[in-house]
């Protein structure tokens, strides 16, 4: 995958919140009680979420200091991200909506003005401003997900999912151990298909290997989606162990999903 220019990486992250915002602003109060596919989540912890994390990169940018005691505490806390959300969806929908629509304009703001090179801290390993906007494009792409299977609203694949295809990519090593395996030592190749063409990554020649649609693997990479719901192929055992496994996202990989009903 060619480096993104980060302009059009912020304009990606920009659209990726208002096609979510186009689903929340008409949403009726007593919908924003919708449980979602996370347990104990609704509509309205998702919307807290996603406010908490981007108060959470500006908090990193603006204040490193107090994050590195915030990262501390997600790190000896399993508890930390469920409470931020119950936190933020006690409040009104409106104050909510609203408050993610401040927050996630102020992260777009300070995202532009990093300079060039330097490296933000994080949850997981300090990254650059373009890494962390694709961060920021695949957890509202899985939020955001969640919300839509709240309301019955089918995933949108649009070229976006680039970002959170190469983020499911780039850690796969992270995602072996998190579980406290190996990370293998061969490189695979990965060429996922969409309406533009087919994106790749790693040697031609690899023998280890994943195909299908970029959709597919989002979906799975953000674990919103079963792998027994999608058209994913692996060639080789690792390949095939890592499709069980692989997340996009630093942290506790969660339960996962049950296969969809038509799925079984």
Do not use: C
């Amino acid at each position: 995958m060619t480096r993104p220019d980060p302009a059009a990486l912020l304009a990606d992250l920009r659209q990726e919140g208002d096609l979510l915002e186009e689903l929340l602003r008409p949403l009726p109060a007593e919908d924003w009680d919708r449980p979602t596919p996370a347990q104990g989540w609704t509509i309205r912890h998702q919307v807290a979420h996603l406010t908490w994390t981007e108060r959470t990169v500006l908090t990193a940018l603006e204040e490193p200091e107090v994050f590195a005691q915030l990262r501390e505490r997600f790190r000896a806390e399993a508890d930390v991200v469920d409470r931020g959300a119950q936190e933020g969806a006690a409040r009104p929908p409106a104050e909510i909506l609203a408050s993610w629509q401040d927050s996630r304009r102020r992260v777009l703001e300070r995202l532009a003005a990093v300079p060039e090179g330097e490296r933000i801290p994080w949850i997981g390993p300090p990254m650059g401003a373009p890494m962390m906007a694709s961060a920021r494009i695949m957890e509202t792409f899985a939020h955001g997900q969640d919300v839509r299977d709240a309301l019955g609203v089918p995933p949108v694949a649009s070229h976006r999912l680039r970002h959170v295809a190469h983020l499911g990519v780039a850690t796969r090593d992270y995602a072996f151990t998190q579980r406290r395996l190996d990370p293998p030592a061969e490189p695979f190749r990965v060429e996922l298909t969409h309406e533009d063409g087919t994106w790749t990554w790693g040697p031609s020649e690899a023998a280890q290997r994943v195909t299908g649609p970029a959709l597919d693997f989002a979906l799975l990479a953000t674990r919103r989606r079963h792998r027994r719901d999608g058209d994913l192929v692996a060639e080789g055992p690792d390949a095939d162990a890592w499709l069980d496994i692989v997340q996009a996202f630093a942290g506790r990989p969660g339960p996962g999903r049950e296969p969809l009903p038509q799925a079984e």
